[in-house]
């Protein structure tokens, strides 16, 4: 349990009960606010854990934006502490409104007191007519199926327990003594704030939904008057004979009739002829005051949608300007491509004159070639004819060769026979010459 409590960040104290306190709390996950309970029921009796246990199962099936919305529950046994976990109002409560203008001696604006009044009365009507829950137009007759479940009567309705969010919504809380009953039922149970009490309520007798009506009345009165209609009582008896009198002061001047008669149609003494929330919703004054509301709701989501045509508008506009400057780009490129190809043609033609060049030169060496190949075919005759005759002057040179070898050795066969000749023909003459 201690890990779900330590998910929310504990911060001031907004307000205090009998069993506890109710504090503002920050979820760690994301800063988000929440106002939790913090009950400690070990100091309940049976009676209060049931009336807790209603208030919780009267909240969390209560879905309406004018209605403080229930978050969750959670109990820490160990410290005996119920903790409830609900949405954070942070535009404190209409007591403190009204007391604030009371200070100033400055009254509320009707209109703002018909915005609140249809605000409340929206969470009202919820709540006394189960078949309206989820319908889009309140004031079409009811025919979900849901219409025989059971009304939620508030029986505590006071200034102290309509709460304002940050922009200014109301919301209706406090659910602490609120009583689920069956439709066309009548509770007898003595609950509320005295100076709220309807007359049949302070009188202990049956009450129903124009009960809670009543203290609406009381409730707008006083945004009116900065006081609750019979606050002049100094005791619970002169209360109660003030209440059950049908005597309502009348509200100040600045205000319209329309508004006048309203109030005194919720404060009829007699609870049968009080319009019911349907009745109210139907009245012109009201309508308009819705339709003030829806329109003030659609706003922030014509602004959201209008913020992002304009951011289309002008993301187009960019695009555009993207596109033209392309285009310019392109037909840059496009002259640049065109100048390309003229030059690459010029090119062309110049290269295939230099081909056709290319061709001519090529035919000559071809020529060339065959020409040379014709020499090149006589040169390997002619040489093969020179080798012959190589050959031939080889063979002639070996017999020159052997016949001059030939001739050498006759020749020195001559030579030393010359010799010999010699001497003897010179042995013969001296010879003879010694005879």
């Given at each position: ?213 009543w203290s609406l009345g009381c409730m707008v009165y006083e945004m009116c008057a900065l006081k609750a209609p019979f606050h002049d009582a100094q005791t619970y008896n002169e209360l109660s004979a003030a209440i059950r009198s049908g005597r309502i002061p009348p509200l100040p001047k600045g205000y319209s009739s329309a508004l006048s008669s309203i109030i005194k149609s919720m404060l009829n003494i007699n609870p049968a002829m009080r319009p019911s929330t349907l009745q109210l919703l139907k009245i012109e004054q009201l309508m308009y ?147």
């Amino acid at each position: 349990m201690s890990s779900v409590i330590d998910d929310y960040e504990p911060l001031d104290i907004i307000g205090n009960g009998s069993f506890g306190v109710i504090r503002k709390v920050r979820r760690r996950s994301d800063g988000m606010l929440f106002a939790r309970k913090e009950l400690n029921f070990e100091r309940m009796t049976d009676k209060d854990r049931k009336q807790i246990v209603a208030e919780v199962n009267i909240l969390k099936d209560l879905k309406h934006e004018n209605i403080v919305r229930y978050i969750n529950r959670y109990v820490d046994h160990e410290a005996r502490i119920l903790y409830i976990l609900m949405e954070y109002c942070g535009g404190g409560d209409l007591g403190a409104i009204i007391a604030n203008a009371r200070r100033q001696s400055r009254p509320l604006p009707e209109d703002q007191i018909w915005n609140y009044f249809v605000q409340m009365l929206l969470a009202l009507h919820y709540c006394h007519v189960p078949g309206s829950r989820g319908q889009a137009d309140v004031t079409a007759p009811v025919t979900d199926s849901s219409a025989s479940s059971k009304q939620i009567l508030h029986r505590d309705l006071k200034p102290e327990n309509i709460f304002l969010s940050s922009d200014n919504e109301i919301k209706l809380g406090d659910f602490g003594l609120s009583k689920q009953i069956a439709t066309a039922a009548f509770a007898n149970t003595y609950v509320g704030t005295p100076y709220y009490m309807s007359p049949e309520l302070i009188s202990d007798k049956a009450y129903d939904t124009k009960s809670d009506i009543w203290s609406l009345g009381c409730m707008v009165y006083e945004m009116c008057a900065l006081k609750a209609p019979f606050h002049d009582a100094q005791t619970y008896n002169e209360l109660s004979a003030a209440i059950r009198s049908g005597r309502i002061p009348p509200l100040p001047k600045g205000y319209s009739s329309a508004l006048s008669s309203i109030i005194k149609s919720m404060l009829n003494i007699n609870p049968a002829m009080r319009p019911s929330t349907l009745q109210l919703l139907k009245i012109e004054q009201l309508m308009y005051a819705k339709k003030l509301i829806d329109v003030n709701k659609m706003i922030p989501e014509i602004r959201v949608k209008h913020e992002a045509i304009v951011a289309r508008e002008k993301a187009a506009s960019a695009r555009e300007q993207t596109l033209v400057q392309r285009e310019a780009e392109l037909a840059s490129q496009d002259a640049q491509l065109q100048a390309d190809r003229g030059n690459l043609q010029s090119q062309k033609a110049a290269m295939d004159a230099e081909a056709t060049q290319l061709a001519g030169h090529r035919a000559q060496l071809d020529a060339d070639a065959a020409l040379l190949e014709k020499a090149r075919t006589e040169m390997a005759q002619a040489r093969a004819e020179f080798d012959a005759q190589i050959i031939q002057a080889k063979q002639a040179y070996e017999v020159f060769t052997t016949q001059r070898d030939a001739f050498l050795e006759e020749k020195a066969r001559w030579e030393q026979e010359g010799r010999l000749l010699y001497v003897i023909v010179s042995s013969v003459k001296l010879i003879a010459c010694l005879l």
